[in-house]
């Protein structure tokens, strides 16, 4: 979908339907799995536990687009 929209700028609105389908698609997936729900909320837990026990935030990972 990146990629798509880097390549026809304003037209992309039309252009890259498939694409934004496909990855409406892929995140619907994603936010409907009660799986990945509690991973993800384990994960916060420990980064706030961690913070607030240090006072220091961690840096988010950078996660790079598979284009």
Do not use: W
């Amino acid at each position: 979908f990146t990629k798509c929209c880097q390549e026809t700028g304003l037209l992309m609105v039309v252009k890259c339907r498939q694409e934004n389908t496909a990855l409406k698609d892929c995140l619907v997936g994603y936010y409907s799995d009660p799986l990945f729900h509690e991973e993800c909320k384990t994960e916060y837990l420990k980064q706030r536990e961690e913070y607030r026990a240090t006072g220091i935030k961690k840096k988010r990972k950078k996660i790079s687009s598979n284009v």
